[in-house]
């Protein structure tokens, strides 16, 4: 079998793109009951044929984005669960899941995306169907159908597929109450899917779940899914109000249903470091988050904006846009914290290694 996965021509040389190992499925590392549950009625299978179509869309985006081949992301040790939330309405979860998904692909991870939203922005954001003949999010979580037969390939980008949320998951919050393990049903169903692609030697990097702008159970399930937060913060007078009641659940979350859950990245959105605003946020927020804080902030970008009523990510709309770059480098960042954390680590771990130096 091949050890290579893509090979790009670019005009620098050529960019290769390894097979990754195979790994145990989710860096938030609970054991897994394979068991996959099934719905009254075999779930059909959304058709997730877009991968064939687009073959070379992603050779032409690395292409215009003049990427270095050391901008290509080590393939992960383990998948990371980042749930995207923010209960405050409009701060950009849903741009910066499509972008940073989106970015994530294009340096050459694997991922996948969730939409926990009834409002469907990010399924409509990466083309997707939101018919309600479409298997989504609400048949994983309520008839307990499998993401791999919900998840499509989203047009343009191999390499990035979604579970969209189908009009039905408004009803979820309600449906879930009386059904048992309600938190636990997202985790469940990613743990089976992302064992499965490893199983199969297609294993995912990076599960990005767009949460909606509340702390109900959809939030809570994908708060219990993940090993990561990733919390928006808009750059405006508000920006920290709430934040507390934030907080406050991922502790509780952490202390009752998932030990690993830690927010890792607070993420500064439209930014405009013209106003005054701006960079006090940044300040205020830094002075309580400096670790989670991230260098990369998102500047107000209007095809940003523009790009989700083209059914595009801003990587495939105007790739040389500042918003692309942004994400790019929100992309990179996580990956660079991650690899730095893991250094860390393997100083502590391998005290015998220090001293026989
Ligand atoms: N950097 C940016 N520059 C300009 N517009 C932006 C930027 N980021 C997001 N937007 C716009 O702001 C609006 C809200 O963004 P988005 O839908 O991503 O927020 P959200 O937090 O997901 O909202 P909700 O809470 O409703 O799910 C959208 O119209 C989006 O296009
Ligand atoms: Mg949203």
Request: hydrophobic share 40%.
């Amino acid at each position: 079998m091949s050890t290579v996965e893509w090979e790009i021509a670019m005009p620098f040389g050529s960019v290769v793109v390894p097979k990754h190992p195979r790994r145990t499925a989710m860096s938030s590392g609970v054991t897994v009951d394979v068991s996959r549950e099934t719905g009254e009625s075999e779930p059909k299978k959304n058709d997730d044929s877009a991968v064939k179509s687009f073959p070379s869309d992603i050779g032409k985006l690395r292409e215009s984005l003049s990427l270095d081949p050391t901008d290509i992301i080590d393939p992960m040790q383990a998948t990371r669960c980042l749930a995207v939330a923010n209960q405050k309405g409009g701060v950009a979860k849903t741009t910066t899941v499509v972008n940073l998904a989106a970015a994530l692909t294009v340096l050459g991870s694997r991922v996948l995306v969730v939409d926990m939203d009834p409002q469907g922005n990010a399924s409509s954001a990466l083309g997707l169907s939101r018919e309600p003949d479409s298997i989504g999010t609400y048949e994983v979580l309520v008839s307990g159908a499998a993401i791999v037969d919900a998840a499509v390939t989203v047009p343009g980008l191999p390499g990035l597929r979604a579970v969209p949320a189908t009009v039905d998951l408004a009803g979820a919050d309600i449906e879930l109450v009386s059904q048992v393990a309600r938190e636990t049903r997202l985790r469940k169903a990613l743990e089976i899917y992302l064992e499965e692609q490893s199983e199969a030697g297609d294993p995912v990097d990076f599960v990005l779940l767009d949460c909606p702008p509340s702390l109900g159970l959809l939030t809570v399930n994908a708060l219990v899914a993940a090993g990561e937060v990733l919390i928006p913060l808009q750059s405006e007078y508000y920006a920290m109000e709430g934040l507390s009641h934030l907080v406050s659940t991922v502790d509780m979350i952490q202390q009752h249903l998932n030990p690993n859950l830690a927010i890792t990245a607070i993420l500064l959105t439209m930014f405009d470091g013209r106003t005054r605003i701006a960079p006090q946020v940044a300040e205020e927020v830094r002075k309580h988050f400096s670790a989670e804080l991230l260098e990369t902030v998102v500047p107000r970008s209007v095809r940003l904006s523009e790009a989700p009523s083209y059914g595009q990510t801003v990587l495939q709309y105007d790739p040389t846009s500042v918003g692309a770059r942004a994400y790019l480098a929100v992309a990179r960042e996580l990956d660079r914290r991650a690899s730095d954390q893991i250094d860390l680590t393997d100083k502590v771990d391998s005290p015998v290694k220090a001293t026989e130096v």
